[in-house]
């Protein structure tokens, strides 16, 4: 049976067949090691680019070009001929960067990238038949869509609008001048970010690939008017403090993900014997460990792919409260914040940030009406069109209302003293990771069927509860501000482990992007 399983892998994979020994010998898909081996050899590179290829030593056209070159030999090891579906889309658009009316390109860019992706990931599902690959196209795929129409709707921006029109968020954003396409390739398909992102605005990319990366920072939490400019003569702060942190926690994950995730299937959630036999809570414990042990490949994920980004000297904040460098710009989530909120929001709020910024960004910020039903849409057609992904969006509507509802009626009620202000934050952490659980579900099971026999076995609790909730406190504390229904969606992550420099660094973003998988 497990060769049976393993054959089907190799079959799947369209990629380098190099790591097929590796593969067999540790028991892993060879797309997930040749995704590993690709980000670890980024990591080494990433060092090498910083210290030996940095802007003292390379002009910036090298730079470029050394980072979409690699970037491309990545996508072709993992992907082979997939990774023509990814050069094609980046090609494409930067057609229409160029020849498109500068007033229409941001339309034309996002129909461009976001029909094609759906066109992909409506393939992938007949394809893969509700299988999902670690490391499936679609994913390098999703993230240069980001990329696509995030440059596109900020050139779009510093071309066609006036300062006056643009909010101090998009003012420093706004891109003045088309990029050539070195630095149009250099921004999708460099190899610090091909894979898992995180997808960061242009203006900061080129700032790093020239070498203002830093002093622009530094410069803005020291003040420009002293007199001084020995900023760009003093060396730059190390990254490494940075980088070991983050790769400690990634090796966490690993640990955990070998001694807890494969022993705690999704799976096993609606297995008819465990469904019909199990207890209430013994189902509900089960779907909250399984939950739990599924989080950590997200982590090791994005948190290596941080590290390979600071690894190149590329993420820098500022200094924080302490005077300390951060590293943390485009950091994708922050494990403390998700591991104890204690609010649906806060949890969103501290997951996959970048792609919460990037839904604010080219959506929330912009439609002139109906603005949160189309952040939602956007959200889930970008994430693709498994059935899964839609209820889990649909669920999370009346748990963000009777959230927000009980947050406005009761939470006041517990703050006069110590001793009930924590054991609300435990009854609203503990709330919120079982809502949590009950919600991403459907994202992790995919399918319809598995999806109606898990909440079937729940007796849809939690959207009864959070219905019922929502209606009755409606009637007692009516929404006093129409922005009130939106704060869910976007906001300031407060729980950022740095404070922001400025407007343009301050990590707000859509809570949208539910798929807490």
């Given at each position: 049976?497990?060769?049976?399983?393993?054959?089907?892998?190799?079959?799947?994979?369209?990629?380098?067949?190099?790591?097929?020994?590796?593969?067999?010998?540790?028991?892993?898909?060879?797309?997930?090691?040749?995704?590993?081996?690709?980000?670890?050899?980024?990591?080494?590179a990433?060092?090498?680019?910083?210290?030996?290829?940095?802007?003292?030593?390379?002009?910036?056209?090298?730079?470029?070009?050394?980072a979409?070159?690699?970037?491309?030999?990545?996508?072709?090891?993992?992907?082979?001929?997939?990774?023509?579906?990814?050069?094609?889309?980046?090609?494409?658009?930067?057609?229409?960067?160029?020849?498109?009316?500068?007033?229409?390109?941001?339309?034309y860019?996002?129909?461009?990238a976001?029909?094609?992706?759906?066109?992909?990931?409506?393939?992938?599902?007949f394809?893969?038949?509700?299988?999902?690959?670690?490391?499936?196209?679609?994913?390098?795929?999703?993230?240069?869509?980001?990329?696509?129409?995030?440059?596109?709707?900020?050139?779009?921006?510093?071309?066609?609008?006036?300062?006056?029109?643009?909010?101090?968020?998009?003012k420093?954003?706004?891109?003045?001048?088309?990029?050539?396409?070195?630095?149009?390739?250099?921004?999708?398909?460099?190899?610090?970010?091909?894979?898992?992102?995180?997808?960061?605005?242009y203006?900061?990319?080129?700032?790093?690939?020239?070498g203002?990366?830093?002093?622009?920072?530094?410069?803005?939490?020291?003040?420009?008017?002293?007199?001084h400019?020995?900023?760009?003569?003093?060396?730059?702060?190390?990254?490494?403090?940075?980088?070991?942190?983050?790769l400690?926690?990634?090796?966490?994950?690993?640990?955990?993900?070998?001694?807890?995730?494969?022993?705690?299937?999704?799976?096993?959630?609606?297995?008819?014997?465990?469904?019909?036999?199990?207890?209430?809570?013994?189902?509900?414990?089960?779907?909250?460990?399984?939950?739990?042990?599924?989080?950590p490949?997200?982590?090791?994920?994005?948190?290596?792919?941080?590290?390979?980004?600071?690894?190149?000297?590329?993420?820098?904040?500022?200094?924080?409260?302490?005077?300390?460098?951060?590293?943390?710009?485009?950091?994708?989530?922050?494990?403390?914040?998700?591991?104890?909120?204690?609010?649906?929001?806060?949890?969103?709020?501290?997951?996959?940030?970048?792609?919460?910024?990037?839904?604010?960004?080219?959506?929330y910020?912009?439609a002139?009406?109906?603005?949160?039903?189309?952040?939602?849409?956007?959200?889930?057609?970008?994430?693709?069109?498994?059935?899964?992904?839609y209820?889990?969006?649909?669920?999370?509507?009346?748990?963000?209302?009777?959230?927000?509802?009980?947050?406005?009626?009761?939470?006041?009620?517990?703050?006069?003293?110590?001793?009930?202000?924590?054991?609300y934050?435990?009854?609203?952490?503990?709330?919120?990771?079982?809502?949590?659980?009950?919600?991403?579900?459907?994202?992790?099971?995919?399918?319809v069927?598995?999806?109606?026999?898990?909440?079937?076995?729940?007796?849809?609790?939690?959207?009864?509860?959070?219905?019922?909730?929502?209606?009755?406190?409606?009637?007692?504390?009516?929404?006093?501000?129409?922005?009130?229904?939106?704060?869910?969606?976007?906001?300031?992550?407060?729980?950022?482990?740095?404070?922001?420099?400025?407007?343009?660094?301050?990590?707000?973003?859509?809570?949208?992007?539910?798929?807490?998988?």
């Open positions: 049976m497990d060769e049976r399983v393993e054959s089907a892998f190799h079959v799947e994979t369209t990629g380098s067949k190099w790591l097929l020994p590796v593969s067999d010998y540790l028991g892993f898909p060879l797309d997930q090691v040749n995704f590993v081996a690709c980000q670890l050899f980024a990591l080494a990433a060092f090498w680019f910083r210290l030996y290829l940095s802007p003292s030593h390379a002009n910036p056209l090298v730079r470029h070009a050394v979409a070159l690699l970037g491309v030999v990545f996508l072709i090891f993992c992907f082979g001929w997939y990774s023509a579906h990814i050069l094609t889309v980046v090609l494409a658009s930067y057609l229409i960067i160029i020849n498109a009316d500068i007033n229409n390109v941001h339309r860019s996002m129909l461009t976001m029909g094609y992706l759906t066109v992909c990931q409506v393939s992938r599902v394809i893969y038949n509700y299988g999902v690959l670690s490391t499936d196209f679609s994913g390098p795929l999703m993230i240069v869509t980001q990329k696509i129409t995030t440059l596109a709707f900020q050139l779009h921006d510093g071309m066609c609008k006036k300062s006056e029109q643009l909010t101090s968020e998009q420093p954003l706004a891109i003045n001048v088309r990029p050539s396409l070195i630095e149009y390739l250099s921004y999708n398909l460099n190899f610090l970010s091909v894979f898992v992102g995180p997808c960061s605005n203006n900061d990319y080129i700032d790093f690939i020239e203002r990366h830093i002093s622009r920072r530094l410069r803005r939490h020291f003040g420009s008017c002293n007199g400019n020995g900023y760009d003569k003093t060396p730059d702060p190390s990254p490494l403090n940075a980088v070991c942190r983050k400690l926690v990634c090796s966490g994950c690993v640990l955990f993900f070998l001694t807890g995730t494969r022993s705690l299937p999704i799976t096993y959630n609606v297995d008819p014997h465990f469904v019909s036999h199990a207890p209430f809570l013994t189902r509900l414990a089960y779907a909250f460990f399984s939950i739990q042990a599924a989080r490949k997200f982590y090791f994920a994005w948190t290596l792919a941080d590290a390979v980004n600071n690894a190149a000297g590329y993420g820098f904040l500022g200094l924080d409260e302490n005077g300390k460098p951060s590293w943390n710009l485009i950091c994708s989530l922050d494990i403390l914040g998700i591991e104890t909120a204690t609010s649906f929001k806060t949890f969103i709020d501290n997951w996959n940030i970048r792609t919460g910024i990037w839904l604010k960004t080219v959506c910020d912009r002139p009406k109906h603005r949160l039903a189309l952040t939602f849409f956007l959200s889930a057609l970008w994430h693709g069109v498994y059935p899964g992904y209820f889990t969006f649909i669920t999370a509507i009346p748990i963000t209302m009777a959230a927000r509802a009980v947050r406005r009626s009761v939470r006041h009620h517990f703050l006069r003293f110590r001793g009930l202000k924590l054991g934050d435990i009854l609203t952490w503990a709330a919120t990771q079982l809502a949590i659980c009950y919600t991403v579900m459907p994202f992790l099971l995919l399918a069927d598995p999806t109606l026999v898990y909440y079937r076995s729940m007796y849809f609790h939690v959207h009864i509860i959070s219905i019922l909730a929502a209606i009755a406190l409606h009637w007692k504390h009516k929404p006093s501000e129409p922005s009130d229904a939106t704060k869910t969606l976007c906001s300031s992550s407060s729980s950022s482990s740095s404070p922001p420099l400025s407007a343009q660094d301050r990590p707000v973003h859509s809570n949208n992007n539910v798929k807490a998988d």
